[in-house]
Every structure is written in C-alpha cells, then in structure tokens.
C-alpha cells in the first residue's frame, strides 16, 4: 500500500476543522439564544411574580372595600340602634339627678331632726320631714332609682356591644388566624344589621355547641351579614330566615334557609361570579357572595346554595374544625 498523498490529507484536515469551526459557532449561536430565551423567560416569570402579587393586593383591597361599603349601609341603622339606647340612658341618668337633689333634701330634714335641741323645735323638724317625704314621695324615688339604674346599665351594655361589633366588623384581619366562637360572631352580626332586617325578617336561631374554630372573625362576619343582609333583601312583604349551626364529625354546617323570592336555574349559576347582581344599581355591587366565596375557601371550608322560585334559598356553609386543615 503506498502512503497517502500528503496533499490529499492536509485538504481533508482542513476540510474537516472547518466543519468543525461551523459546528463549534452553530453550538455557540444555539447556546447564546437559548441563554437569552432563558433570560426572557426569566423576565416574564418575575413579570408574572409581580403581576399575581398586584392582584393578591387588589383582591384584599377589594374585600376591604366591599366591607366598608357595607358598613356605608349599616351606618344609618347602626346609629339609630345606638341613638335609642342613647335616648332613655340621658333620660334616665336626668331623673337619677333629680333623685340625688331630693335625697340630699331628705338628709338636710332628716340632719334638722336629729339636732333638734328641743321638743318644739323636733316637733317642728319632725313635721318638715313628714311633709317631705310625702310631697317627693320618698319612697317611689327609691325603688324607682333600682330601675332607672338597672335600665341605664342594661343601655350602655347595649351601646357597648354594638360598638363592639362594629369594631369586631371593621377589623382588616391582616396576620395570624385565632379561635372563633361562630355563635357570637353570627349574633353579633345579628345586631349589626338588625335595623336593616327588623321590619320585613324574622330571624330564628338553631345553634348546636360549638368548638371554636381557627378563622378571621371580621372576615366571617362579613360572609355572614351579606347572606342575612341578601335574604332580607329577597323577601317579598315579609318572612323569615332560620339560621343553624351543626355540629358535625369533623366539621361545623351553618345553614342560612329564607323564605325569600328564591332564585332561577339561570340566576344560580352566576351568583359567585364578581359583579353578578340583579338589584338596581347602587343597590348591589354584586360582589358580596363572590367575595364571601373566597373567604370561605380562605378558611378551607365550602359555600353551596340551593334555591326554589317563590319557595327560598339556603346557603350552607361548611367549615373545618381541625385547627391544621383551617391554618393551612
Ligand atoms: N337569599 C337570596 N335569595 C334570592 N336571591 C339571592 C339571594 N342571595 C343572593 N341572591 C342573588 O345573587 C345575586 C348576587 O348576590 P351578591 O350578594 O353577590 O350581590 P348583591 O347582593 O347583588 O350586591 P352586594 O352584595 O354587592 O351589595 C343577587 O343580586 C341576587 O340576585
Ligand atoms: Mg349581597
């Protein structure tokens, strides 16, 4: 075999680094795009990160808001619920002045008496005090200053309590969820819209005892008053909604059953859809079961609705007891 031609070899040398300096570039080329595909991709994943954490921010906004738009609502009932208590306690706490002058009277007769240094003079005392006593009726003001006080004290609970719930309401609930007593947080929902339901809504209660859950107390009580505040606003003329609370293995039902107008096939299926709503406008936003949905799910719980037209609606609500699930 003769050697090959040192020419021959020398052109497929060439021949051959040259297709591999085309491949070493195609390599480099695939590789600089696709690096720069990954940094464009990487743009859009922050992108994406900040785009989902604006709308995380606007979704607590819009449940903040929703909340003070309710409270917009409630203000008017809530002050009147206020004011009336407000009334008899000034009434009452005027009548009790009254009763501290009579009594320092009455001490002022009863003082001349018991200096009296002679028989004329505590003959004279003595007739005063008579003529006092009966004329401010001494006794009546007794008894009647018990009542007056117990009703005064019975008022400012009163006043105490509302303003207790519409702080409970109007809380943000931001950070770590705590125990609730969902009884309380329903009546005390209750008495915030009672003045909107009093007039067109019975309300019956059916409560089981109930362990206390891990929640946002202020979030549910907005669930709450919006379905209260929805079946009053369904009734036509006037009717009731029975509101229980079963204590289930490992969950608690709240079911929230109107006599209410009821709702079409074709209504249900929208109702949780945001801005969903067939009142008239500046009646309803028609975020608040949209909203309540989503705090529902928050708590790792479900809200399901049945209804029958001109029969009534139920909402029910299911919510964990286990304290990790709800955490979680
Ligand atoms: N208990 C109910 N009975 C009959 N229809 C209801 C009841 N609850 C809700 N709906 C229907 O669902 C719709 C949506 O309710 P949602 O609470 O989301 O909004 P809204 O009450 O219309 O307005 P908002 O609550 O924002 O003031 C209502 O407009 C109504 O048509
Ligand atoms: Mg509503």
């Known amino acids: 075999m003769s050697d090959p031609d040192p020419a021959v070899v020398q052109r497929a040398l060439t ?37 989902m954490e604006e709308v995380k921010r606007q979704q607590k906004q819009l449940v903040q808001s929703e909340k003070l738009a309710s409270l917009g609502t409630m203000s008017a009932g809530v002050a009147h619920e206020i004011n009336n208590p407000l009334a008899f306690v ?41 003529e006092f006593v009966e004329e401010a009726d001494v006794e009546f003001l007794f008894e009647d200053c ?3 006080l117990s009703e005064t004290i019975d008022g400012i609970q009163r006043v105490k309590s509302i303003v207790a719930g519409l702080k409970a309401f109007a809380r943000s609930d931001a950070g770590e969820m705590e125990p609730v ?10 008495k915030l819209a ?44 006037t009717g009731s909604i029975k509101i229980s609370a079963r204590n289930l293995k490992d969950v608690i039902q709240v079911d929230f059953q109107d006599t209410g107008a009821g ?30 949905h989503g705090i529902i ?21 299911i919510l964990p007891k286990n304290e990790m699930r709800a955490a979680a």
Request: charge should be negative; aromatic fraction near 6%.
């Open 181 to 190: 007593d969902l009884i309380a947080c329903i009546r005390n929902t209750l």
């Open 263 to 292: 709702m079409s096939a074709e209504t249900i299926k929208d109702i949780f859809n945001p801005f969903f709503t067939t009142k008239p406008v500046g009646e309803g936003t028609g975020l608040g079961l949209s909203i309540s």
């Open 194 to 237: 009672h003045n909107q339901i009093k007039f067109n809504m019975e309300v019956v209660e059916d409560f089981d005892d109930l362990p206390e859950i891990r929640g946002y107390p202020g979030k549910l009580s907005q669930v709450f008053l919006n379905l209260i505040v929805n079946a009053g606003q369904a009734m036509e003329g």
């Open 15 to 51: 021949r051959e680094r040259a297709r591999r300096a085309k491949a070493e570039q195609l390599l480099e080329d695939k590789s600089r795009e696709l690096f720069m595909s990954y940094q464009t991709l990487q743009e859009s994943h922050d992108q994406l990160g900040a785009a």
């Open 146 to 148: 018990g009542d007056l």
């Open 90 to 130: 000034f009434s009452n706490v005027n009548s009790l002045a009254h009763a501290v002058d009579q009594f320092r009277q009455y001490h002022q007769h009863v003082g001349a008496l018991l200096l009296a240094e002679s028989p004329a003079q505590s003959a004279e005392a003595t007739g005063a005090l008579k």
């Open 297 to 317: 799910e928050e708590h790792a719980g479900e809200i399901t609705v049945s209804s029958e037209l001109g029969v009534g609606t139920c909402f029910s609500i």
